[in-house]
């Protein structure tokens, strides 16, 4: 163990390679309101590093916590998943009930024109301001205008249909 501004605890790692050897370090930096887990090696980068912060979060690289304690998990990069599953209430079936007030389309023409995003999404510059958009919510957002999208497929091909009747020639 290394004693000194911060407490750390070395292990070296072993490889039949010696170029490839390296150290990990487990330390309580000086603030001591978390423990950090880095990789010093020859293939090394400032990113190969895992923290445990005090107030329950981790980050992973270098990413930076946040404050709001509905997040716990802050990562620099991506995320490889076998799969990811996002919880929302309600789910969006409610846009196929009887009573559900689907814009007419020539109103939300005007609304595209006007706001250059569809109804119920966020803009570009919400997005932006803050930082990212929520997955479930975004994912919920989405769901919901596809089926308002298969609404409108639906009523456009009712109308094709009527119109077709309509032109059709009596028959003789």
């Known amino acids: 163990m290394r004693t000194g501004p911060s407490d750390w605890i070395t ?14 370090h487990f330390r309580n930096p000086l603030e001591q309101d978390r423990l950090v887990f880095e990789y010093d090696g020859t293939d090394a980068t400032s990113d190969d ?12 690289g270098s990413a930076t916590i946040g404050a709001d ?24 079936d409610y846009v196929f009930k009887s009573d559900y007030p689907l814009r007419p389309l020539p109103d939300l023409a005007a609304y595209l024109h ?12 919400e997005v932006e301001a803050e930082g990212g958009a929520e997955l479930g919510d975004l994912f919920a957002r989405l769901l919901r205008t596809v089926e308002e999208q298969t609404l ?16 059709k020639p009596p028959e003789r």
Request: with cysteine; hydrophobic share 40%.
């Open 114 to 125: 006007t706001h250059q995003h569809l109804p119920g999404m966020p803009s570009a510059t």
């Open 152 to 167: 409108y497929i639906l009523q456009l091909e009712q109308r094709l249909a009527d119109l077709e009747r309509c032109a």
């Open 11 to 24: 292990l070296r790692t072993h490889a039949s390679d010696p170029q490839v050897e390296g150290y990990w």
């Open 69 to 92: 304690p509905a997040y716990r998990l802050y990562v620099e990069g991506g995320i490889v998943a076998r799969d990811v599953r996002v919880t929302i209430q309600p789910f969006p």
């Open 49 to 60: 590093v895992l923290t445990l912060w005090n107030n329950g979060k981790v980050s992973v």
